[in-house]
């Protein structure tokens, strides 16, 4: 049993920055990859950002500059800190990892999600 518990969002300005984080607890043996995509209403869910243990980070294009992911290893935390706020911005952020929970069972966990909100 894995668990992604994230934290942070909210509601800001154009201009503004946040930051989310997000924690992996249970049986974990080893995290490849954590990372954020997003959703907005009427949209299909996107990669934002992931980063992998080997700290290769890919952004989406849109984000590039604005938005930084970074990881504690030790922490088994991902954290995402965005500024210059666009309204385009406005989704729901979820969490997201690949990990082993043994040497050889692998699977992808999806945090709950966390509402950021772009508007003046």
């Known amino acids: 049993q894995v668990e992604l518990v994230e934290s942070g969002g909210g509601l800001v300005k154009p201009g503004g920055s946040l930051s989310l984080s997000c924690a992996a607890s249970?049986?974990?043996?080893?995290?490849?990859?954590m990372g954020w995509y997003r959703q907005a209403p009427g949209k299909e869910r996107e990669l934002v950002a992931r980063?992998?243990?080997?700290?290769?980070?890919n952004y989406l294009d849109s984000v590039k500059g604005r938005f930084t992911i970074s990881r504690d290893n030790a922490q088994n935390t991902v954290y995402l800190q965005m500024n210059s706020l666009k309204p385009e911005d406005t989704a729901v952020y979820y969490c997201?990892?690949?990990?082993?929970?043994?040497?050889?069972?692998?699977?992808?966990?999806w945090g709950q999600g966390t509402l950021v909100t772009v508007s003046s």
């Open positions: 249970g049986s974990i043996f080893r995290i490849v990859a």
């Open positions: 997201n990892s690949y990990l082993y929970t043994d040497y050889k069972s692998h699977l992808e966990v």
């Open positions: 980063i992998t243990g080997g700290s290769i980070v």
